[in-house]
């Protein structure tokens, strides 16, 4: 597609609950990377997929945190047991060159509220 | 996780004016970068700065990475109302397996008419 997508753009779930968002990159672009955005900060790194596998996994914050990607295309990252901290905004970005800043493009992110 | 130090927090001008805004990282990067925010939407580039020293123009916006490679200004000039939004620093040292943005924590710009 043109852009990143993220799907979907709002969820609200109840606390204890498992949840899956998904993200489209653009077509052709190797590098994916998800990052969770909290309310007044900036994005925080989570996880970094070079192609199907995950080259670095270090921001995901605990092991009710997993992202797949497959295919080497669609990403879902997947949260367990949810929690009302989880509460944030999702980012998902890709590039075709990992690492460099240009191609670098976001999506809108999936705002997760968790009550 | 790791945030960039990005002041101020807020700014509230006059249509018109100048606006400058920096960052301060405790780590060096090899390339910083400026993004803009706006309310549901993600992170857009502005300007990608890659060597100490450089001032790079795009537009209204003016950016330089600092001799130290631990900072970076961003300054607006005349601002508009469609400047409005977050405005985010970020460095990045890119290659191998680094590829992820450490992002400072925005300075929110309100323009008034």
């Known amino acids: 597609g043109a852009g990143v997508s993220q799907t979907p753009s709002n969820k609200v779930t109840e606390k204890g609950k498992y949840v899956e968002l998904r993200c489209d990159p653009i077509?052709?672009?190797?590098?994916l990377y998800w990052y969770r955005q909290s309310l007044g900060q900036g994005p925080e790194f989570l996880i970094y997929?070079?192609?199907?596998?995950?080259?670095?996994d270090s921001g995901l914050p605990n092991d009710r945190f997993f992202a797949v990607r497959p295919e080497g295309s669609v990403s879902t990252l997947k949260i367990q047991r949810t929690e009302r901290g989880d509460s944030a905004v999702y980012l998902c970005?890709?590039?075709?060159?990992?690492?460099?800043?240009?191609?670098?493009?976001f999506g809108s992110g999936t705002r997760l509220t968790v009550v | 996780g790791q945030q960039l130090n990005q002041s101020p927090q807020s700014m509230f001008i006059q249509e018109g004016e100048d606006v400058s805004m920096n960052c301060t990282s405790s780590s060096i990067f090899n390339t910083w970068l400026w993004y803009k925010q706006e309310p549901g939407e993600g992170p857009v580039l502005l300007i990608a700065?890659?060597?100490?020293?450089e001032l790079t123009s795009n537009g209204r916006l003016t950016a330089q990475f600092g001799i130290t490679r631990k900072d970076s200004f961003l300054n607006i000039s005349a601002s508009i109302p469609s400047d409005v939004g977050i405005y985010f620093c970020a460095g990045l040292n890119y290659g191998g397996s680094q590829g992820n943005l450490i992002f400072g924590k925005g300075t929110k710009l309100s323009v008034k008419p």
């Open positions: 077509s052709g672009h190797t590098a």
């Open positions: 997929f070079q192609g199907t596998g995950a080259a670095d």
């Open positions: 970005a890709s590039s075709q060159t990992p690492g460099t800043p240009y191609g670098y493009t």
């Open positions: 700065l890659y060597k100490a020293g």
